[in-house]
């Protein structure tokens, strides 16, 4: 299992466009076959940071759900209202294993 961190710097201004953003996905993802952990907007700290997390069976399970994604209508929506409303300056994806023992085990 692999968890996506998708780590963004958005417009302070926009936030509230973010959090529509999130909404979204948070609905489409789990269609599309990804495991949503969730997204994260910023609250305390920095006003730029926020954060989608997701769990994905391997590199190739997340080319077929990118796939998924791209096709399903509000996955298309969502890139098209990101793109329209700009809040989103940058945008980073890392892929992780867990290295440690989930909680209770081990």
Same mark, same amino acid.
């Given at each position: 299992?692999?968890?996506?961190?998708?780590?963004?710097?958005?417009?302070?201004?926009?936030?509230?466009?973010?959090?529509?953003?999130?909404? *979204?996905?948070?609905?489409?993802?789990?269609?599309?076959?990804?495991?949503?952990?969730? /997204?994260?907007?910023?609250?305390?700290?920095?006003?730029?940071?926020?954060?989608?997390?997701? *769990?994905?069976?391997?590199?190739?399970?997340?080319?077929?759900?990118?796939?998924?994604?791209?096709?399903?209508?509000?996955?298309?929506? *969502? /890139?098209?209202?990101?793109?329209?409303?700009?809040?989103?300056?940058?945008?980073?994806?890392?892929?992780?294993?867990?290295?440690?023992?989930?909680?209770?085990?081990?």
């Amino acid at each position: 299992m692999l968890t996506c961190i998708i780590r963004y710097q958005i417009d302070p201004a926009k936030k509230a466009q973010f959090e529509q953003y999130a909404r *979204n996905w948070g609905q489409a993802i789990p269609r599309c076959g990804a495991d949503l952990v969730g /997204y994260y907007a910023p609250h305390e700290g920095s006003s730029t940071l926020a954060y989608g997390i997701y *769990n994905i069976p391997s590199l190739a399970e997340y080319e077929a759900y990118r796939a998924r994604l791209a096709a399903d209508p509000l996955g298309r929506e *969502n /890139y098209d209202f990101a793109m329209r409303e700009r809040f989103l300056l940058r945008e980073d994806r890392t892929f992780l294993k867990l290295a440690s023992a989930p909680h209770g085990e081990g």
